[in-house]
């Protein structure tokens, strides 16, 4: 595990050793703002995504060695609060912190921070399924052992 970096660039990753906070550095595009030139609310959401893709990708997984082993995590549900607005070409860290375990379902805690202040942030239930019957199943083992939660 890296300890407290910085992040200094788009899709650098750190992990904070003490905490387990996962940190993904994100670029604010064109295409992610609105006509008011802020980003667009549900881009937020985008971000978050992209960190939790990554939390899992630093810990050996990723979204398609999963799907192959008959696995598949979807969003269950989501609760955000939006604080401050981001702008075009912000450099944004999004943070991915896996929290509470319950049976399907691992709760992730996130936020998506400039410069150290807040902008968004949110809880998000994410549901293991079955990739072929889309029903719950329990986490794997070896999965849980390496996702360290």
């Known amino acids: ?3 407290s970096l910085q992040t200094s660039s788009p899709g650098e990753e750190t992990l904070t050793e003490q905490t387990g906070d996962f940190h993904h550095a994100v670029r604010v ?4 703002t609105d006509a008011g030139g802020i980003v667009y609310y549900v881009n937020y959401l985008r971000f978050m995504e992209r960190a939790r893709s990554e939390w899992l990708r630093a810990r050996g997984y990723s979204q398609q060695t999963l799907l192959e082993r008959g696995i598949q ?11 401050r607005p ?6 944004l860290q999004v943070t991915a912190t896996a929290g509470e375990l319950r049976g399907a379902r691992l709760v992730f805690h ?7 202040v ?21 986490w794997p083992v070896e999965l849980l052992n390496a996702l360290e939660v």
């Open 29 to 32: 595009y064109i295409e992610d």
């Open 110 to 116: 996130q936020q998506v921070m400039k410069d150290g």
């Open 73 to 83: 995590l979807v969003v269950h549900s989501v609760a955000s609060r939006y604080h």
């Open 86 to 91: 981001a702008r075009l070409d912000d450099l």
């Open 1 to 3: 595990m890296m300890s």
């Open 118 to 138: 807040m902008l968004s942030d949110a809880e998000v239930v994410i549901a293991c399924v079955d990739a072929s019957t889309l029903r719950p199943r329990r």
